[in-house]
């Protein structure tokens, strides 16, 4: 069951800068097999804003995969988004969670506990 994953903040931050290979190994076996990645935009500005320079290279080398799709929030997205959040100020968490809905991937994330309690029925794929 390996079919692709929405990467959240923390995953990322991992893939930026190899903080584990965990992140980059299960995005690099998504693509191997066919798969896919979602990167909502929104974790995405996320990451970009407090990842050091020299990693971003590792970002750029990511999004440019024809297979990794960065999902923009557009203001259709907007009101489910909102719905998500349920007064939650968590922009990025309520637009990955809008991403696993649409994809039905699971989200590789580190803080499964803050997702699932804004929607319980999403599968997530926890960092160690």
């Not at 299960?26 to 693509?31: G, V």
């Not at 080398?61 to 799709?69: G, R, T």
């Amino acid at each position: 069951m390996l079919p692709g994953r929405v990467l959240d903040v923390g995953a990322l931050v991992d893939i930026a800068v190899a903080k584990t290979n965990h992140s980059r190994s299960i995005a690099a076996l998504c693509l191997y097999r066919g798969g896919g990645l979602c990167i909502p935009a929104t974790a995405l500005t996320l990451v970009y804003s407090i990842v050091p320079l020299a990693t971003k290279v590792e970002l750029f080398d990511l999004i440019s995969s024809p297979a990794v799709q960065v999902d923009d929030l557009t203001a259709g997205k907007v009101p489910d988004v909102a719905e998500i959040l349920d007064g939650s100020g968590d922009i990025a968490a309520g637009h990955v969670i809008l991403c696993a809905r649409a994809t039905r991937w699971p989200i590789l994330t580190d803080r499964p506990d803050i997702l699932r309690n804004l929607d319980p029925g999403i599968l997530v794929d926890p960092l160690p």
